[in-house]
C-alpha cells in the first residue's frame, strides 16, 4: 500500500552536498523501516543506508559512513539522506525504499517490498 518517490537529485562537484528526499504515502509508513540504496551504471544495486520505523537505529554502508545520515519525519511521511562531501564513485541512481508493515531495519534489499522510481545523482570531478 506503500508508494514512494524520491526527489533531490542531480549535478554537483566532488566535495558538494544533497539531500535527498522520499515522499512516502499510505497507512503503514510509520510502521515500516526504510532504507535508501543505489545503482551506479554496470554494477549491482548496492546498501546505502536504513533506519527503523522509530528511527531509533540507523545502518550505513561502510563506503558512506560519516558522510551521509539519514532521517525520517513520521508526520510528514518522508525520510532523508542528507549527502556530505560527495565523491565522483557517489554517483548513482538512489533508490528509496520501505519494507513491510512491522518489517525490520535491513541491509539487503530483499528484504524491502517497496520502492521509488530513483533520483540520478552525478557528481564530477
Known amino acids: 500500500q506503500v508508494q514512494l518517490v524520491e526527489s533531490g537529485g542531480g549535478l554537483v562537484q566532488a566535495g558538494d552536498s544533497l539531500r535527498l528526499s522520499c515522499a512516502a504515502s499510505g497507512r503503514t509508513f510509520s510502521s515500516a523501516a526504510m532504507g535508501w540504496f543505489r545503482q551506479a551504471p554496470g554494477k549491482e544495486r548496492e546498501f546505502v543506508a536504513a533506519?527503523?520505523?522509530?528511527?531509533?537505529?540507523?545502518y550505513y554502508s561502510d563506503s558512506v559512513k560519516g558522510r551521509f545520515t539519514i532521517s525520517r519525519d513520521n508526520a510528514k511521511n518522508t525520510v532523508y539522506l542528507q549527502m556530505n562531501s560527495l565523491k565522483p564513485e557517489d554517483t548513482a541512481v538512489y533508490y528509496c525504499?520501505?519494507?513491510?508493515?512491522?518489517?525490520?531495519?535491513?541491509?539487503?534489499?530483499?528484504?524491502?517490498?517497496?520502492w521509488g522510481q530513483g533520483t540520478q545523482v552525478t557528481v564530477s570531478s
Open positions: 533506519i527503523s520505523w522509530s528511527g531509533g537505529r540507523t
Open positions: 525504499a520501505a519494507t513491510i508493515a512491522y518489517g525490520s531495519i535491513s541491509r539487503t534489499g530483499d528484504d524491502y517490498r517497496y
